[in-house]
């Protein structure tokens, strides 16, 4: 596993890792630590791997920004801003957008930019223990690495401004109840649910995976004319695949597919 400003990465079997390590300072990403983990993206993304999990090391899943970088700034702090977000929006949406299915499991508290870390998966595995609080109003801010987005997408437009504004802690509990998250754990079982989500999802389907991903991340503005069209395409261009013959066979043969991703 490569490992550098509190950011730890690998690919194995087909698996793409990323581990938030600094938890020492909450996992809060600073400028180097940001700039790593755009690192680690990339190269993990670059193996094409089959899923992805993202999860951090400690007692927090991720404090958000590293708030005595922004106090060392002082007035150079919307010069900080740019230098940060830069390099990580687009990388997280690189990362969100990928075709393989994404896990996050959110080990504990989440505020600030880690609410948008939090969230950017498309399975969203929380520890009991977790907390989420945006943070941004609190100290003047706005939010930031998709916060707003991913918290509107999953809670409501609503309900997500409300959260912003406010800054109130939300236990996992009513973070399950709100859709928030999709699933909560004790803390001591979380890592192992989430590595058995994670291994499931890259024996499956892959191929099918990615035209799932995107067909809903544009179904509510995608006419419903061309949402059709665009199924029937993904269907034939599956339908004509390996992936479609074993799954088929193994269905009348009453066995468990081997899927190959093509």
């Not at 943070?135 to 706005?142: D, R």
């Not at 061309?226 to 992936?243: I, N, T, V, Y």
């Not at 074993?246 to 081997?258: D, I, L, Q």
Request: proline share 5%; charged share 20%.
């Amino acid at each position: 596993m490569n490992q550098s400003e509190g950011i730890a990465w690998s690919v194995q079997n087909d698996i793409a890792r990323i581990v938030l390590k600094r938890p020492e300072r909450a996992n809060a990403l600073s400028s180097p630590s940001a700039r790593v983990l755009v690192q680690a993206i990339d190269e993990v993304l670059a193996h094409n791997p089959r899923a992805i999990l993202l999860t951090g090391e400690g007692r927090v899943f991720c404090a958000g920004g590293d708030i005595d970088e922004f106090v060392a700034v002082g007035e150079k702090l919307p010069e900080l801003v740019d230098h940060i977000l830069d390099g990580l929006h687009p990388a997280l949406l690189r990362l969100a957008s990928n075709p393989a299915p994404l896990v996050v499991a959110v080990n504990g508290s989440a505020g600030g930019a880690g609410v948008g870390l939090a969230l950017c998966g498309d399975f969203v595995l929380a520890a009991a223990s977790m907390k989420l609080r945006t943070g941004y109003a609190a100290i003047g801010l706005s939010p930031d690495a998709g916060a707003s987005y991913f918290l509107a997408r999953r809670a409501g437009p609503v309900r997500a401004q409300q959260l912003l504004m406010l800054s109130d802690a939300i236990d996992s509990r009513r973070c399950l109840e709100w859709g928030i998250v999709d699933a909560v754990y004790p803390d001591a079982e979380l890592a192992a649910a989430a590595e058995a989500l994670v291994m499931r999802l890259a024996s499956g389907a892959s191929a099918s995976f990615a035209g799932i991903k995107a067909l809903c991340a544009g179904a509510q503005c995608r006419p419903i004319e061309a949402h059709f069209a665009m199924e029937q395409k993904l269907l034939r261009e599956r339908a004509g695949s390996a992936d479609a013959r074993e799954g088929v066979a193994a269905f009348v043969a009453k066995r468990a597919p081997r899927f190959t991703g093509r």
